[in-house]
């Protein structure tokens, strides 16, 4: 047979053990179908496709293991306050997007705002919106997505006054008249948000498909996505047309549990494009919000151990229940203590699992952020997936360093992963972060941010890893992750013919240059979705 698409001339990593290096590729009917060198010219008919690579790099396609793809998707809509240094900018982008857009009417949305990063770090307030929007309600997520700052209109329209108690597992935050500021924290978020209208499946899919091809431009081949029964739906609505070009692992919220298991869905079920991966549990809240659950409390904060949003009963029994159905759990914990609280869960679902027949369950701890040193090793014990996103560690470490001194050594703790046995798996949790996995590649490897900070060695350089084991997490241990190591994750022959190609070699380049690498093309199911030259 022959093929109909071959790569030659290029800087091919394979992530296949055992050959882990190449110069060519040969795909056909959309799989790898061999990999070499010179010799695959021999392949080539007069109806194939031959490609000089010019000596860019090639590895597996890049997968995020961790996105909102809806909300991300949405976000491309929406005002951007991401990088606002102070809260004076944030209000500037807030009336600049006004201005725009005028005649809008409805709810204006954003994200990406984060007082921590402003020089007061002091939380905005509802009044700093009503002086811009004081009729239009204003919804605008923290960028961690723990948080949310609303205006007067919004709170009204949530019915959140002074005599509006917390509720469960979430905070809102009141003045010293015990009056709403305008910052709500966790579960009391849907207290406004329910409110907001949701957008139709229709309005999603065009959402969709202007991201799908940003993903496609920034080297993404697959995701896992963590939103809920919209999004699936209108990733159902693409692959019915044939439009679908991620292959996209869903997870199901655990507030749709009932559902799932009501249907019969297991981990797995699907295909090639959409298949159905774990049931998604919150522990604790974040860092940004400082309502992460930990065990002792937050530097020169004594009274502050943070928000639990599920208590380790109930999420032993909303696990056992996703088990008994064959699905996997994952589940959100950034805190040391919501960390050993979900392990905790974890080794007795894996005691109640063992007398069980089939396949083991994949499941996964969502970014395990700080860990108590006594539960390092616990991941790998109990056979849990770290899922963790990189750039999260150089966007947060002035505040890990301020809200958990010294407990921040073990934060963002990769090496330490992948040393004790756990499978390490990398995404970037957008929108919180840019979807773009170059950064959170240069992250992995550097443990500094883009302007060089904390310093050559990197934040913890203990921690940092080598490119091999970066685009391991964000190749292979993705396929694992979702049981399709046999399809996906490496180049070998048989496998899906998911590939990102760059503008040179990763490998060799150096690390002040890595955030300079370009992406010169993208191929999903051996056809070419993004390219340059």
Known sequence: MTASLILTNGHIYTMDPAHPTATAIAIRDGRIWAVGGDELRELLTSDDEWIDLDGRCVTPGLVDAHVHFQHFALSLQNVDLDGAPTRAAALDRVRAFV???RGEMGWLRGRGWSQDAWPDRAFPTAADLDAILPDRPVFLSHKSGHAAWVNTAALRLGGVGAATPDPPGGQIQRGPDGAPTGILFEEAIDLVAARIPRPTTAELVEAMRQAQAYCWSAGLTGLHDF?????????QVLREAGELGLRVVKNVPVYRLEHALGVGLRSGF???????????IFADGALGSKTAAMIAPYEGEPDNLGIVVTDKEEMLEKAREASAGGLSVTVHAIGDRANHDVLDVYALLREEEAGRSGPR????IEHVQVLHPADTGRLAQLGIIASMQPIHATSDMDMADRYWG???????????MLDSGA???FGSDAPVERIDPLPGIHAAVTRRRADGRPGPGGWYPEQRLTMAETIHAFTRAAAITAG?????????????????????DLFAAPADELLDVGIAATIVGGVFRYRTW
Do not use: M, N
């Not at 369950?361 to 996964?364: E, Q």
């Not at 490496?490 to 590939?499: R, T, Y």
């Open 484 to 504: 399709q190591e046999v399809r996906q994750g490496s180049i070998a022959p048989g496998k899906l013919a998911d590939l990102t190609i760059f503008d040179r």
């Open 227 to 235: 939103d809920g029964r919209d999004c699936f739906r209108a990733l």
């Open 361 to 364: 369950l994949r499941h996964r």
């Open 99 to 101: 201005a725009e857009r």
């Open 406 to 416: 010294e407990r921040a050594r073990l934060s963002y703790a990769w090496r330490t």
């Open 423 to 425: 499978t390490l798996v």
């Open 270 to 280: 699907g295909d090639d494009w959409l298949r159905i991966g774990g049931v998604k």
